[in-house]
């Protein structure tokens, strides 16, 4: 599975912005995916994932009522539209594609490919 994500950068606090990542290589709708963040210096934090028909979703508290994660399988994409961004969001985002782990995705170890991470930084 190759994972592209895309849509990260520099918005002042209070912004918006949408990661998209475009997965290859296997039928997306039986992929889990998720999403991850990594500030330097600190362990890869998750922040939401969401399951193969896009009917299950879990985020991390601290986004909650903020971020928002979805999928179009037609596109082989997963998406994490971001509102209200804060200070503390700044960091690497990662998304990540789950394929062995019968329908878990909230845990780090629960991911099997990742893409190349997208930086997001919000100014404040």
């Known amino acids: 599975v190759q994972l592209q994500a895309s849509g990260g950068g520099l918005v002042q606090a209070g912004g918006s912005l949408r990661l998209s990542c475009e997965a290859s290589?296997?039928?997306?709708?039986?992929?889990?995916m998720g999403w991850f963040r990594q500030v330097p210096g600190q362990e890869r934090e998750f922040v939401a994932g969401i399951n193969g028909n896009g009917g299950v979703t879990s985020l991390v508290t601290s986004v909650k009522g903020r971020f928002a994660i979805s999928r179009d399988n037609a596109k082989n994409t997963v998406y994490l539209q971001m509102n209200s961004l804060k200070p503390e969001d700044a960091a690497i985002y990662y998304c990540a594609a789950a394929v062995y782990s019968n329908g878990r995705f909230v845990k780090e170890k629960d991911y099997d490919y990742w893409g190349q991470g997208t930086l997001v930084t919000v100014s404040s």
């Open positions: 290589g296997r039928t997306f709708s039986s992929l889990s």
